[in-house]
């Protein structure tokens, strides 16, 4: 069974530019996770999906950042503008409805300057 | 804010000794407690959940201990291997949204051959 998978590994854009994050969940899990680390912090939760609905988005830092699943399936999180305080490794994860057990997927390496 | 600590950032330890490694939290007790693991390059691996319910859980060398009192939960690597070195997280979810999970920063555990 294929993980949930990222793309790209790595990104490094300049500052105001936009950059767009995708995640492929592992098939079949209704929930979809966004989470963000930045250098010497702990990974911290930036919103969550069930199928295309978004059930919490509290963990948003602020409406540069747009995140869509259309259709229930893959997610796609967008920075425009990009700044540098946004650098750092960005993780999806996936769950089954009611399950607590998330999959993480590698993650996206964001470096902006 | 529920808070979750984990205060040793690292861990060195001999091979074949036990592994014992913290994690402590505030306010309310979560309804449950999970450990991942992190190795460099990739994302958090799910490793044991334990419920506010369970004293102790076992997973082949691994035991998870959850304390409502101390508010505290130990995870315990025994007969430790090289192989067992990464950096371990401890989480918990937050009110309101038991899904939402909160993570530690994380203890780097090294095993010297």
């Known amino acids: 069974e294929a993980g949930v998978t990222q793309f790209p590994s790595h990104s490094v854009i300049e500052k105001g530019q936009t950059v767009t994050l995708r995640c492929d969940p592992i098939?079949?899990?209704?929930?979809l996770y966004w989470y963000r680390r930045v250098m010497g912090k702990e990974i911290k939760f930036l919103l969550h999906f069930v199928k295309e609905s978004k059930q919490d988005e509290s963990g948003m830092p602020n409406n540069r950042f747009l995140a869509e699943r259309t259709g229930g399936t893959y997610s796609t999180l967008k920075v425009q503008p990009a700044e540098l305080e946004d650098s750092g490794v960005y993780f999806c994860?996936?769950?089954?409805?009611?399950?607590?057990?998330?999959?993480f997927g590698p993650g996206t390496r964001l470096l902006v300057l | 804010s529920q808070k979750i600590e984990q205060n040793s950032e690292a861990l060195n330890i001999q091979e074949g000794k036990t592994a014992t490694l913290t994690c402590n939290y505030t306010?309310?007790?979560?309804?449950?407690l999970q450990w991942y693991r992190q190795d460099p390059g990739r994302g958090p691996v799910f490793l044991l959940l334990i419920r506010e319910n369970e004293k102790e859980k076992r997973k082949e060398r691994l035991k998870v201990t959850f304390d409502t009192t101390l508010k505290q939960s130990l995870f315990h690597i025994t007969a430790s291997q090289p192989a067992d070195s990464a950096t371990y997280l401890c989480a918990r979810p937050n009110s309101g949204g038991y899904q939402k999970v909160t993570f530690g920063t994380g203890t780097k555990l090294q095993v010297i051959p």
């Open positions: 098939s079949g899990h209704d929930n």
């Open positions: 306010n309310y007790s979560p309804a449950y």
């Open positions: 994860a996936s769950s089954q409805y009611n399950s607590e057990t998330q999959y």
